[in-house]
């Protein structure tokens, strides 16, 4: 195996275990709280780690799973790996976040991954796109929903600045994969929403037990 193919072996596979760090769950041991995977959708993000835990530990989890996707892109970055190697590095990232080794190919959506991942790659997209993932769940009340439309809303403020030559088409590969990886893992999400069955978020809804 030659030196460049075993660094980019060495950095997606690193990304993926970095990806895979069970954020949620660490949280809940380390500080006494409850373990996300008992309460609501049994994932491990940020969301679920409110309903389990409270805003203050919710939100710690979520800024350590947007490290997740950023550091692996910035530390490939740092090391000269080329554009397609650090987008294919913030995939891992992200798949590691949804299918963790740790967990038995549990875990979360991968979406604060995919948003760190994005703010190392473009954080253009990030500041397009934010205000569509932030509006739909302030007006709906939906994570899921909000996460969807976000991620869709990424993917194609990506296509838009790769059309107008504003950042490389290579980056696609990452914005594609990444928005395909997100509507993959809310695949239960989708059918609850059709169904009328989704659960909106709500800063009171934290269970108890």
């Known amino acids: 195996m030659d030196g460049e193919l075993l660094r980019a072996v060495f950095l997606v596979g ?38 389990a835990m409270g805003a203050a530990r919710g939100l710690a989890v979520g800024l350590l799973d947007v490290g997740k996707g950023a550091v692996p892109v910035l530390v490939a970055r740092w090391l000269g790996a080329s554009e397609f190697l650090q987008a294919l590095v913030g995939v891992a990232a992200v798949v590691g976040s949804w299918r963790s080794v740790f967990l038995g190919f549990h875990g979360g959506r991968g979406v604060a991954s995919g948003i760190g991942a994005m703010l190392a790659i473009a954080p253009l997209v990030v500041i397009i796109s934010g205000p569509v993932f932030l509006g739909v769940i302030a007006l709906s009340r939906y994570v899921s929903l909000g996460s969807l439309l976000g991620s869709a809303a990424a993917a194609a403020t990506m296509l838009a600045l790769v059309a107008f030559g504003v950042i490389e088409p290579v980056w696609l590969v990452f914005g594609i994969s990444a928005a395909i990886i997100v509507w993959l893992a809310h695949a239960d999400n989708i059918d609850r929403l059709l169904h009328g069955r989704e659960r909106k978020f709500s800063f009171n809804d934290r269970e108890r037990g």
Do not use: E
Request: hydrophobic share 30%; charged share 15%.
């Open 14 to 51: 690193g990304a993926y275990l970095v990806g895979s760090v069970p954020t949620g769950v660490l949280m809940a041991r380390l500080t006494g709280g409850r373990d996300p995977r008992t309460v609501g959708s049994g994932r491990t993000g940020g969301t679920n780690a409110f309903r």
